[in-house]
């Protein structure tokens, strides 16, 4: 027996709630840097998540961790071996030495119905399969029935009132690869789910060229030069592709065209080591307009949450299933929008458009030489908390001529502020 398998899967803006980043502890939280110019503003938004009197805002002390108290790694699960057949047992046994785990083993029903929801996998012998099922355990994932009969009638009835995904003959190659496949993908799992999951930060641009493609790619450039492993993940697919301002456009690798049919749990440690990048970076690239189904949208950023410490989504600003399935998973997002009458304007009719908000949304207001507001005008206009405030970087332009990432040189606005913006959501993690 082999069923296929299940695989696991707004507020008003104009007065935008406190950022349930603040006091966190388990993860780390966006900040609003300090603007570069003289329209910054006079004093710190209260709703931002940064400025010098978020900064200074502690956690509740039932949420700080004691520096005295060790805080203890979680238990790894283990694969369940329910069965007295000493022929099952030492196969089952030499598959978990395969992968490196060792198991539980239980001889009789109590101790198995005991262990059976906690365990990794489980595995049940034939033997003790009549005595499971009545009555049958509850259901769960990862459990297969081990039996040395396959022409017996009776085994495919237990095998689906234990719920259990196939019947394996012991010492079958072919059952011992999928077991040791579905063990090792559970222990890496395991090991992923121990962290919590990265936070996800959405950058949109409120009117076409406001530099939101450039700003995400700066945020991850800057993630990874600061020794972090950020996933950098293209959601518009009406832009250039973002695999082309990392530098990565050569570089052989998946794109959405490849993942267009992924549907609910992806392997979170093999996506990220298949993708492509540059300096540090991984980035899942558009190639073609429409080439981003929603469906593995979800599951892809779901995955790139377990096996990055940081993911930067571009998202598009069209209305649209994208936006309403990516920016509900985001955790803070970033509206770029340049300070003039016109683009504001068109920046407010894009927040209207875009469906439901993150928790916590904020503006980065870019000057311009056509600039005629000031950046606390912005975002006070848009109803917005404003995260920050950007001149004109200079060496933008050479590098983008170049093929240097934005982000990627030491000085000017760009970097000052993808440093800050990182820089005290850090601080804030470290409680």
């Known amino acids: 027996m082999d069923p296929a398998r299940s695989l696991p899967p707004g507020s008003d803006r104009r007065r935008p709630p406190p950022s349930p980043l603040a006091g966190a502890v388990a993860r780390p939280r966006p900040a609003r840097p300090s603007s570069t110019g003289a329209d910054a503003p006079a004093r710190p938004q209260p709703s931002a998540p940064g400025g010098a009197a978020a900064a200074g805002t502690a956690a509740p002390s039932h949420l700080r961790p004691d520096p005295e108290v060790p805080v203890p790694s979680p238990p790894v699960p283990r694969p369940l071996l329910a069965t007295a057949d000493p022929d099952v047992l030492d196969a089952a046994l ?52 081990v039996a040395t009969d396959l022409d017996d009638a009776r085994v495919w009835a237990l095998g689906v009132a234990l719920g259990a995904e196939r019947v394996v003959l012991p010492g079958d190659a072919d059952a011992e690869a999928w077991l040791v496949e579905h063990l090792s993908r559970g222990l890496a799992d395991a090991a992923l789910g121990s962290r919590p999951p990265a936070p996800v930060v959405g950058v949109v641009a409120g009117c076409g060229g406001a530099g939101a493609s450039t700003l995400a790619v700066a945020l991850a450039v800057t993630a990874a030069r600061q020794g972090g492993a950020p996933f950098l993940l293209d959601a518009d697919p009406w832009g250039c592709g973002l695999d082309l301002l990392v530098g990565a456009d050569l570089c052989p690798g998946p794109r959405w065209p490849d993942l267009a049919h992924a549907r609910g749990r992806l392997d979170p440690a093999a996506l990220q080591g298949a993708l492509p990048g540059a300096g540090g970076v991984s980035v899942l690239a558009c190639r073609d307009a429409g080439d981003v189904p929603p469906e593995a949208l979800a599951s892809v950023v779901d995955a790139a949450r377990l096996s990055s410490d940081l993911v930067v989504v571009d998202v598009a600003r069209r209305p649209g299933a994208l936006a309403e399935v990516l920016l509900p998973r985001c955790d803070a997002a970033l509206l770029v929008v340049p300070s003039d009458l016109r683009r504001v304007g068109a920046a407010e009719r894009v927040l209207g458009a875009v469906g439901a908000l993150p928790p916590w949304t904020g503006a980065v207001v870019r000057r311009t030489a056509q600039s005629d507001l000031r950046a606390e005008e912005v975002a006070t206009w848009l109803g917005l908390p404003l995260a920050g405030a950007m001149d004109e970087d200079a060496e933008l332009a050479p590098a983008l001529r170049t093929g240097r990432a934005p982000g990627s040189w030491d000085r000017g606005p760009l970097p000052a502020f993808c440093r800050g913006f990182l820089g005290d959501w850090a601080r804030r993690a470290a409680g």
């Not at 785990?101 to 489980?122: M, N």
């Open 94 to 145: 030499r598959v978990c030495a395969a992968v490196g785990v060792e198991p539980l083993v239980a001889h009789d029903p109590a101790a198995a119905r005991r262990a059976w929801s906690g365990a990794l996998l489980v595995l049940v012998g034939a033997d003790l399969a009549p005595a499971l099922v009545d009555p049958p355990p509850r259901r769960r994932p990862d459990v297969a029935l």
